[in-house]
């Protein structure tokens, strides 16, 4: 005897939101796979109706994505503050109460966000009690959710920021080492901002290809496997289409190769390499983190050392 499971709306709404697809697939998914979201989800991308990097536009919470770099370009913040609605978003003691939480973030440096709260802001108050006052004043819950701190703990390097300029509600930091001082800091540190803004348009997932882990690519092969377009080809060939494809995917989801957002013609890593010889250093990216509001996926990538 078969068990019904009952699909709430509010499955098919995270599904929706997670993959980007249409509300009756969503729901046909979930149905078929008995509920499992992460199985429906997989199901609607053999099925060509998500994608592995699609990032909810859709998100239910409002807020800003905000972030700080020292002056000496050596200390980077991202932080997530949230609100209920745009129009808070958007209103001027909200943006400067989050400046001053990231520049805080950046110099003092909490772990998480429960250490931010108790910090204190430079006119003495806490950052929960700054929260809770504008709570009070604007009249809509505000939260924090999420930082990342970057530190440079070596002499020669950089930090990078990039805030979306349309409502900032995307950002990344990134970090830069070299292995000398360049010629021009101050194109270094242009170089960084721009590498921070491919993430943000770009989205990687993976900062180079060694940081993929087997379990990921074995989960693309077999979803891959499953496409109708590949049941009749002959074990030889579809083993084939499988590798090239998984490898398409994997290379359109690592920072270090994919196509440089301003330079379509080659790689981050290539351009990387070209900017660092004009600068007369050897240049290479160390980690990054990119927060899009309401989006809960990865969100600090490092090199695997």
């Known amino acids: ?40 989800f997989e199901l ?5 109706a998500a994608s592995a990097s699609k990032k909810s536009s859709r998100a239910t919470s409002e807020g800003l994505v905000v972030g700080y770099v020292s002056p000496d370009n050596k200390l980077a913040s991202l932080v997530e503050i949230n609100c209920e609605t745009d129009f808070v978003a958007r ?33 003495g108050k806490s950052v929960k009690d700054a929260v809770t006052e504008t709570i ?28 979306h300029t349309l409502g900032g509600k995307m950002g990344a930091i990134i970090e830069i080492e070299t292995d000398k001082a360049a010629s021009s800091p101050a194109d270094l540190q242009a170089l960084a901002r721009e590498l921070a803004m491919h993430v943000v348009s770009a989205k990687p997932t993976f900062l180079t290809r060694d940081d993929i882990s087997a379990e990921v690519i074995e989960n693309e092969r077999r979803i891959e496997l499953g496409k109708a377009d590949l049941a009749d080809k002959k074990p030889e060939m579809k083993e084939k289409i499988v590798t090239g494809r998984v490898d398409k995917l994997l290379a359109e989801r690592v920072l270090s190769e994919q196509p440089f957002v301003k330079d379509p013609q080659q790689s981050v890593a290539k351009y990387l390499t070209a900017k660092g010889k004009e600068l ?9 983190a990119l927060f899009i509001l309401g989006d809960n ?4 990538t490092e090199a695997t050392t």
């Open 1 to 40: 005897m078969s068990t019904v499971v009952e699909i709430s709306a509010s499955m098919v709404k995270d599904l929706r939101e997670k993959s980007g697809a249409a509300m009756m697939d969503c729901k046909k998914a979930l149905v078929e796979a008995t509920g499992d979201f992460e199985k429906a």
């Open 44 to 48: 609607l991308r053999q099925k060509g």
């Open 91 to 123: 209103n001027e003691q909200f943006v400067a109460l989050g400046k001053q939480i990231a520049e805080l973030t950046a110099t003092k440096k909490p772990a998480d966000v429960e250490a931010l709260m108790a910090l204190n802001l430079p006119d």
């Open 136 to 163: 009070a004043k604007i009249g809509e819950n505000i939260s924090i959710k999420r930082l990342a701190v970057f530190d440079l703990s070596k002499p020669n390097g950089i930090t990078g920021l990039y805030i």
């Open 280 to 288: 007369g250093v050897d240049a290479k990216v160390v980690r990054y």
């Open 297 to 300: 996926a990865g969100e600090e």
